[in-house]
Nanobody
């Protein structure tokens, strides 16, 4: 089992920013994704990064506000969240996988390993 560890969650006022980090020790993966789950809701896709080509993908509700990036030297990746809204409140999960085809990149079932999640709360 490859440990995936998220950090950086917390409490932020609407309009503010947070940066989440995801570390995977000892391995690199072709695709890294972020998902989030609000209370009583499904775990939904937020963003993903594909190492091959450096392509980034976002769900529509975060485009222009969230930025996914990667630090290859540290096997870490980040989710910079700006202009945050109360509806961004959720537990955020980092997930990684190999051999994820593009059509499945938004599917949580396509990812192999998951972190424990980090709470993000946005208050107005």
């Amino acid at each position: 089992q490859v440990p995936v560890v998220e950090s950086g969650g917390g409490l932020v006022q609407a309009g503010g920013s947070l940066r989440l980090s995801c570390a995977t020790s000892g391995r690199t993966f072709s695709t890294i994704g972020w998902f989030r789950q609000a209370p009583g809701q499904e775990r939904d896709f937020v963003a993903a990064f594909r190492r091959n080509g450096g392509h980034k993908y976002y769900t529509d509700s975060v485009k222009g506000r969230f930025t996914i990036s990667r630090d290859g030297a540290r096997n870490s990746m980040y989710l910079q969240m700006d202009s945050m809204k109360p509806e961004d409140t959720a537990v955020y999960y980092c997930a990684v996988g190999d051999r994820i085809i593009l059509s499945q990149i938004r599917s949580r079932d396509a990812y192999d390993y998951w972190g424990q999640g980090t709470q993000v709360t946005v208050f107005s």
